[in-house]
């Protein structure tokens, strides 16, 4: 059981918007530490696509953003393009466990 | 352009011992601070550990799950990271990920990854 919750699957058709939750608690989001995003395509390891709850790294498209509000974080992904089809991740810290958390992945499906 | 090269992976017995090596280039990796994250098979991602960089301090943090067992170590005259694993149990197979730390999302996110080395602990 992840300590961040996210749901299992997402689908969209091509040219859509989806979005993906990250759900918390008080000892993680909640207490204020910052939410990060990763893409795993299939196969691959993964990449940072947002960090610091809405800032993207150079070369991610301005396609995904990223909020926070409360003990939770969404990923949104506009312009859906069969390319994103992927696996993501959230990831926050947690003061009771001193760790770093993820969240139990998300598998994007483009239609 | 930043290269981080897992090494050292393979089949080990429950209880037996593998250390896991990473070499990095393209970056001053005396400065960094670096992470172990691994993936069970079909799973999601497990944050291991972060040694942070001598300048700030050479603190290591471990996740409870490999507290004890699990030894985070570099050595910046080689530009390398390990991770030595003892005692080790049939669920820490998985495929081990080193990472840089970023420093702009103040050392607490993985702003680049290697390809992995496959960890099977099997009878």
């Known amino acids: 059981q992840s300590v961040l919750t996210q749901p299992p699957s997402v689908s969209g058709a091509p040219g859509q918007r989806v979005t993906i939750s990250c759900t918390g608690s008080?000892?993680?989001?909640?207490?204020?530490?910052?939410v990060h995003w990763y893409q795993q395509l299939p196969g691959t390891a993964p990449k940072l696509l947002i960090y610091?709850?809405?800032n993207r790294p150079s070369g991610v498209p301005d396609r995904f953003s990223g909020s926070k509000s409360g003990t939770s974080a969404s990923l949104a992904i506009s312009g859906l393009q069969a390319e994103d089809e992927a696996d993501y991740y959230c990831?926050?810290?947690?003061?009771?466990?001193?760790?770093?958390?993820f969240g139990g992945g998300s598998k994007l499906t483009v239609l | 352009e930043v290269q981080l090269v897992e090494s050292g992976g393979g089949l080990v017995k429950p209880g037996g011992s593998l250390r896991l090596s990473c070499g990095a280039s393209g970056f001053t990796f005396s400065n960094a601070w670096m992470t172990w994250v691994r993936q069970a098979p079909g799973k999601g991602l497990d944050w291991l550990g972060r040694?942070?960089?001598?300048?700030?301090?050479?603190?290591?943090e471990y996740a409870a799950a490999v507290r004890g067992r699990f030894t985070i170590s570099r050595d910046d005259s080689k530009d390398t990271l390990y991770l030595q694993m003892n005692s080790l149990r049939t669920e820490d197979t998985a495929v081990y990920y080193c990472?840089?730390?970023?420093?702009?999302?103040?050392?607490?996110?993985?702003?680049?990854w290697g390809q992995g080395t496959l960890v099977t602990v099997s009878s």
């Open positions: 610091g709850n809405s």
């Open positions: 990472t840089t730390t970023g420093a702009e999302c103040g050392g607490d996110c993985s702003n680049f």
């Open positions: 990831q926050s810290c947690d003061s009771r466990l001193s760790n770093w958390v």
């Open positions: 008080s000892s993680n989001i909640g207490a204020g530490y910052d």
């Open positions: 040694i942070k960089s001598k300048p700030a301090g050479g603190t290591i």
